[in-house]
Structure formats: structure tokens, C-alpha cells
């Protein structure tokens, strides 16, 4: 019988209804990001106190920006930069490794029993789950470092000449590379994100379910990085969305003072999480719809 084309921005709509209609899949979702991101932000917050202490704004010229002047403000910011940099770099040493191992056993915990109540035949795995998760943690790192080291390409090759900074220049090339990473990462890390469902749904070995994710086929891999690049420019228009509605009372903060703005930030905030957690459910909803597309009776899937 020959199987009709499936078309992975159609279905997201379908399964965007069919998450929404199951509250307790984003509950659960947000609960266990939180568990790990609220300590780690906390940590983060007393770090930074503890930094602008022993260093504050007046010492580093940042109290003195003038945003009428942005030829003199990056160079009093690449100065203050060069002075908190040692600081924040000895924090960073213990906390990134901290933050990394936290965010992966809670992550490899909280993502099986999501796929769980999606799943009733998925088993839970917990160690197995951890791994991979390390393995999606290790992928983004390495992304991350490369974008960092393109960004230090471009501040050296347009601020730190030691001529006048080409700061459009520099603009350019931050924006450009930016999206670049970000479209490289939606086109590279489904394979460990898809990983976990391999596992689950197939009941076979860690190493087994990565060599299977890289074994897919054309049609199942399309699908997958059209869904990814779909959920990206999602992300990037809840950031959006979420930095408009920041400004919505800033022309009118003299009216209603600093504290309702906080309160407007909040909000704006949580609604930005909820509204990202949300789309990750329906991210891995469509993983599984189109595993049972193209992966369920197929023999690869059997063992």
C-alpha cells in the first residue's frame, strides 16, 4: 500500500490541539525544568551580588554609558568587561559543571515520565535516559563553544583592532552569526533528541538508539528537521512576542512607576516559559506521531 505524504508543519497543528487538550503533559514539563532552573538561577543571582560587591558599576564606568554614544560605550564595556571577566570566570568553573550535571539527571528523569504519559507502552528508564541526555547536553555545548569562538572572531576583528570600533560591523556579523548557530543547532540536534524516543519506543541500548537516530531514512529525517526548524522560528517569535509585550508600559512609567513594570515583566516572563515548555511537549508529540509513521512496523524498529 502506498503511504500518503505526511507533511510535518500540517501535523504540528493537529498535535499542537492534542497537547493543549492535555494540560498535565506542560504541567509536568514546566515542573521539572523548574526544578532544576530556579536553584540555578538563585545560585546565579547570589553570584552576581557577590561580583557588583566587590566590583560595583562606579569602578567599571558602567554607571557612566551614554546610549546617545555608542562609539564610547562599547569601549567603557569592553573595559568593564575586562574587569569583571576573572570574576565571573572562576564562578563559571564550578557552576557550569554543577548546572550541567543537575540539568542532566533531572532532565533525564522529567523527559521519561513526559514520554510516559504520552506513551502508556514506554517503560521507564531513568539511567538510560540520564545518558542521552548527557549526549544532547554534550552536542549543545559543543555548538555553544563554537558560537562563543565566532563571536570573539568578530569583537577582535572589528572592536580590538585598537583602531575606532566598527561597531555596525560587528553588529553584522553578532546578528548573522547568531541565527546561523541557531538554524545549525535545529538541523543537527534532533538526532539527540530523537535518541530517547528510539529507546523507549524500542526497547534497545543507549548506544543502540543513537546508532538507530543516524539509520532513520530520508522521509523520517526530513520530517524531524522540518519539525525542529518549525519549532526554532517558534522560539524566535515568542522571544518576540515576549519583548514586545516588555515595552508595552515603558512609555507610561512615569505614570505607573517601576513597580508595575517589574510586575509586567513577571508575567511576560512566565508566559514566555509556559508558552516555550509548551511547544517542546508538542515538539516531542510529533516525534512520536511520525515514529509511528515511518519506524513502527518497519524490521530496524524490531531489532
Known amino acids: 500500500m502506498t503511504r500518503s505524504p505526511v507533511r510535518g508543519t500540517q501535523s504540528i497543528v493537529g498535535q499542537m490541539g492534542w497537547v493543549f487538550a492535555r ?3 506542560t504541567v509536568i514539563e514546566v515542573v521539572w525544568r523548574w526544578l532544576v532552573g530556579a536553584p540555578i538561577l538563585f545560585v546565579c543571582w547570589v553570584q552576581l551580588q557577590k561580583i557588583v560587591a566587590e566590583l560595583p558599576p562606579e569602578t567599571t564606568g558602567l554607571n557612566a554609558l551614554d546610549i546617545t554614544n555608542p562609539w564610547v560605550s562599547a569601549l567603557k564595556l569592553a ?3 575586562d574587569m569583571y571577566r576573572p570574576h565571573l570566570v572562576m564562578v563559571l568553573r564550578w557552576l557550569v559543571p554543577a548546572a550541567a550535571i543537575a540539568w542532566i539527571v533531572v532532565s533525564g528523569i522529567g523527559r521519561n515520565i513526559v514520554l510516559r504519559r504520552m506513551e502508556p507502552r514506554i517503560t521507564f ?4 535516559m540520564i545518558v542521552l541526555q548527557a549526549a544532547w547536553v554534550a552536542v549543545f555545548a559543543i555548538t555553544g ?3 562563543w569562538a565566532s563571536i570573539g572572531w568578530a569583537a577582535n576583528s572589528h572592536i ?3 583602531a575606532e570600533p566598527d561597531l555596525v560591523g560587528y553588529t553584522m556579523w553578532a546578528i548573522f552569526l547568531t541565527l546561523g548557530f541557531f538554524t545549525l543547532w535545529a538541523l543537527i540536534n534532533w538526532v539527540v533528541a530523537i535518541a530517547p524516543m528510539i529507546l523507549l519506543l524500542e526497547d534497545c541500548s543507549t548506544t543502540e538508539a543513537l546508532a538507530r537516530s543516524f539509520k532513520l531514512g530520508k522521509p523520517f529525517t526530513s520530517k524531524l528537521v522540518e519539525v525542529n526548524l518549525v519549532m526554532g522560528i ?3 517569535a515568542l522571544l518576540v512576542l515576549a519583548m514586545v509585550f516588555s515595552s508595552v508600559l515603558i512609555p507610561f512609567a ?3 512607576g517601576a513597580g508595575t513594570l517589574h510586575v509586567e515583566w513577571l508575567f511576560v516572563s512566565v508566559f514566555y516559559f509556559v508558552a516555550s515548555d509548551y511547544f517542546h511537549v508538542v515538539r516531542l508529540k510529533g516525534f512520536i506521531e ?3 509513521i515511518f519506524r513502527e512496523t518497519s524490521p530496524a524498529s524490531n531489532g
Request: aromatic share 20%; proline share 8%.
Open 23 to 25: 494540560p498535565s503533559l
Open 79 to 81: 573595559v568593564a568587561w
Open 125 to 128: 528508564r531513568p539511567v538510560a
Open 145 to 147: 563553544w563554537a558560537w
Open 160 to 162: 580590538g583592532t585598537g
Open 234 to 236: 517558534v522560539k524566535l
Open 254 to 256: 512615569d505614570q505607573v
Open 290 to 292: 511520525f515514529w509511528h
